[in-house]
């Protein structure tokens, strides 16, 4: 069940370039989201919101699909192997997004080509959570750049990450991980304690891939570049997104980060590759042509080390 499959991921990215995620299937990220609120409910109205009690929040949720996927796993295997196979790979599509992320950015294109930047704003807030009313053509230019940078990381290198690593149930453990930071992993009063846990683990499992990411977009920019994404990753305040969106930048020969409002509050952050120009709808497209060519190289990447592997323990 945890033993990653070379075809399983090489259909799963076919499955999303072909479908991506089509309106009303069953989604793992929105079973997690139903578990999440059911726990949180249950847990909270209970007890006062501390970090162990998230710490058993997250064990409840992941710990239940996990072992949904176990028993789904268990009853396919006893159908046929090939039907195991199939659930594993639907998993790992499930769990990757860059379709979907493509589809939404692409959506910002139009409009702004056509300077309607009222209609260019209310897209670009499906995709981000900062505040877009205010927001001018370079500033939505950065905004969405910046969220294929980021998404490159957390909604398709991670999640085939984990999945070379421990198969479906890693790609599983890694979205359920990543769908629970996005719920309760904020600074609030709510979920300051309750969803440290949640955060912390997102930070976790992302660290590796994240620094995948970057070195891959090194690999076609430029490697001396490495030491200079490094010290401006370490300026931002997540110890993995800005790793992404510096080598994002520097590829793009583009300037971004810097200050950012939500809910009407100023929060400063770091400025990536700050001698350059600032952003440009044309570097929208630039920006996508990147996550997919970093997508096939981590893809190729891990195919071939798990076809290796298997010829290794036949020899």
Known sequence: MWRADPLQIIAAIALDRILGDPRGWPHIARFAGRLAAFYEKLLAARISRT??????????????????????????????????RVLGTLVIYQAIAATDLSRHVKAILEPLGNSDLTRARARLAWIVGRDTQSLDAPEISRAAIESVAESTTDAVIAPLFWGFIAGAPGALIYRTANTLDSIVGHRTNAYEKFGKASARIDDLLNWIPSRICAAVFCLFSSA??????????????????GWSEAAMAHALGVRLGGENFYDGQRIPG???????????????????AWMWRVTGVCAASFVIVLVALRFLRLT
Do not use: K, Q
Not at 56 to 81: D, Q
């Open 51 to 84: 970090v162990p009690l998230g710490v058993l929040f997250w064990i409840l949720v992941t710990g239940t699909m996990v072992a949904f996927y176990a028993v789904l796993w268990r009853l396919c295997m006893a159908l046929n192997p090939l039907a195991a």
């Open 224 to 241: 001396v570049r490495w030491n200079t994404i490094r010290r401006e990753a370490a300026a931002h305040a997540s110890p993995n997104a």
């Open 270 to 288: 770091p400025v990536f590759n700050a001698s350059s120009r600032a952003a440009a709808a044309t570097d929208i497209s630039t920006s996508l």
